[in-house]
C-alpha cells in the first residue's frame, strides 16, 4: 500500500492545499501518506469537513467518509465534487451504524473517541491492513481549549491498550502546536497482523 508520491513530496502537497483550503492535515496523517494509494479502501471515521478524506482521495485512494454531522457530510461533498474526486460521503449515526468487519484497508479516525465502538471500528481493517489513529489525551484540559469531559479524553498510554491487539507501527503521546495552540494528543499507527 504506497504511493508513487515520496512522503516529503505528499507532506508538501498537503500543505499547499491546506493552507489554500482551510484545515491543514495532522501532521500523524502526512507523515504517513505512503500508505494511501490507488485501489487502497479507506474510512475515515468522524471524518468532519473532510480533511484527511480529501487528501486520501487525492492520493488515488477509494474513500468513504462517514460522519454524524449532516452539515460537515454536506461540505465534503461539495468539495470532493469540486476538486472531481469520488468520495463516498455517509451521514450516519457513529454511535449505532453497523460497520462491516474487515472491509477496509485503513481505518482513520482523528480527533474522536468511543471507546464503546472501538473495537468495532478496529476490526474495520482487513488482515494486513492499517489503523491509523489520533485523539487527544487527558492533558488536553489543561491548554484551555478542546474537549473536556473523560469520555472524550485518552489516558496516558490508552491507545495502545484500544489497538491491540494490532502490532503498532509507531505511536507517540505529545504536546504539540496545532494552528499555533498546544495539543496534548496521542497518535498510533498499527497494523491488523495478516491471516
Given at each position: 500500500?504506497?504511493?508513487?508520491?515520496g512522503?516529503?513530496?505528499?507532506?508538501?502537497?498537503?500543505?499547499?492545499?491546506?493552507?489554500r483550503?482551510?484545515?491543514?492535515?495532522?501532521?500523524w496523517?502526512?507523515?504517513?501518506?505512503?500508505?494511501f494509494g490507488?485501489?487502497?479502501?479507506?474510512?475515515?471515521?468522524?471524518?468532519?469537513?473532510?480533511?484527511?478524506?480529501?487528501?486520501?482521495?487525492?492520493?488515488?485512494?477509494?474513500?468513504?467518509?462517514?460522519?454524524?454531522d449532516?452539515?460537515?457530510?454536506?461540505?465534503?461533498?461539495?468539495?470532493?465534487a469540486?476538486?472531481?474526486?469520488?468520495?463516498?460521503?455517509?451521514?450516519?449515526?457513529?454511535?449505532?451504524?453497523?460497520?462491516?468487519?474487515?472491509?477496509?484497508?485503513?481505518?482513520?479516525m482523528?480527533?474522536?473517541?468511543?471507546?464503546?465502538?472501538?473495537?468495532?471500528?478496529?476490526?474495520?481493517?482487513?488482515?494486513?491492513?492499517?489503523?491509523?489513529?489520533?485523539?487527544?489525551?487527558?492533558?488536553?484540559?489543561?491548554?484551555?481549549?478542546?474537549?473536556?469531559?473523560?469520555?472524550?479524553?485518552?489516558?496516558y498510554?490508552?491507545?495502545?491498550?484500544?489497538?491491540?491487539?494490532?502490532?503498532?507501527?509507531?505511536?507517540?503521546?505529545?504536546?504539540?502546536?496545532?494552528?499555533?495552540?498546544?495539543?496534548?494528543?496521542?497518535?498510533?499507527?498499527?497494523?491488523?497482523?495478516?491471516?
Open positions: 500500500m504506497s504511493t508513487e508520491k512522503e516529503g513530496e505528499a507532506t508538501e502537497l498537503f500543505s499547499r492545499r491546506s493552507r483550503r482551510g484545515t491543514p492535515p495532522s501532521a496523517f502526512s507523515w504517513h501518506a505512503r500508505i490507488p485501489r487502497v479502501r479507506v474510512l475515515d471515521i468522524a471524518c468532519g469537513a473532510g480533511r484527511h478524506s480529501l487528501l486520501a482521495a487525492e492520493l488515488g485512494a477509494e474513500v468513504v467518509a462517514a460522519d454524524s449532516g452539515e460537515a457530510i454536506s461540505i465534503l461533498e461539495k468539495e470532493a469540486r476538486r472531481k474526486l469520488a468520495i463516498k460521503c455517509l451521514h450516519l449515526d457513529l454511535a449505532s451504524s453497523d460497520i462491516t468487519p474487515e472491509s477496509f484497508d485503513v481505518v482513520m482523528f480527533n474522536y473517541l468511543d471507546r464503546a465502538r472501538f473495537a468495532e471500528f478496529r476490526n474495520a481493517v482487513r488482515p494486513g491492513g492499517y489503523f491509523l489513529a489520533e485523539t487527544f489525551l487527558e492533558g488536553q484540559k489543561e491548554q484551555g481549549w478542546g474537549p473536556k469531559s473523560d469520555d472524550h479524553l485518552l489516558k498510554g490508552e491507545l495502545l491498550d484500544l489497538v491491540a491487539p494490532f502490532d503498532v507501527v509507531l505511536s507517540r503521546e505529545v504536546l504539540e502546536m496545532v494552528d499555533g495552540r498546544p495539543a496534548s494528543v496521542a497518535s498510533v499507527l498499527a497494523q491488523r497482523p495478516p491471516k
